[in-house]
C-alpha cells in the first residue's frame, strides 16, 4: 500500500436539505471509521477554525484512492480533493506514539 496525504474540501451544494445533510455526515462517521479499520484511513485531521480535513490514507495507486477509498465517502459527491503522493523521508524519526 503507498500513503497519500489528502486535503478534503466540502462544499454543500446550495438548497439541499439539512436532513439530506445530517444524513450523510451520520454515514460518513460510519464509513470513516470501516475505512479506518481497513487500515485505509491512517490519520484524520481538521485545521484550526476550518472547514475542511488533511487526512494520511493508504491505497494501491491513486486512482485506487479516489475510485475505492475517498469515493465511497457519502460526502464525496461534495467534495474536492487535493492529492499528494507520500514516499518515506530518510529522517524520519518513525512513529513516537504520540495520538494527539
Known amino acids: 500500500m503507498n500513503e497519500f496525504l489528502v486535503e478534503l474540501t466540502t462544499t454543500v451544494p446550495e438548497g439541499t436539505d439539512p436532513a439530506e445533510v445530517?444524513?450523510?455526515r451520520a454515514a460518513e462517521a460510519v464509513r470513516a471509521n470501516?475505512?479506518?479499520?481497513?487500515?485505509?484511513?491512517?490519520?484524520l485531521w481538521r485545521p484550526a477554525g476550518e472547514l475542511r480535513?488533511?487526512?494520511?490514507?493508504?491505497?494501491?495507486?491513486?486512482?485506487d484512492l479516489r475510485e475505492k477509498v475517498i469515493g465511497t465517502l457519502p460526502l464525496w459527491?461534495?467534495?474536492?480533493?487535493?492529492?499528494?503522493?507520500?514516499?518515506t523521508h530518510p529522517n524520519d524519526p518513525g512513529p513516537t506514539g504520540?495520538?494527539?
Open 53 to 63: 480535513s488533511v487526512g494520511v490514507w493508504r491505497a494501491e495507486d491513486e486512482a
Open 77 to 87: 459527491p461534495w467534495m474536492t480533493a487535493v492529492v499528494t503522493a507520500l514516499q
Open 98 to 100: 504520540c495520538t494527539a
Open 34 to 43: 470501516e475505512l479506518a479499520s481497513a487500515g485505509r484511513l491512517v490519520r
Open 22 to 24: 445530517d444524513r450523510r
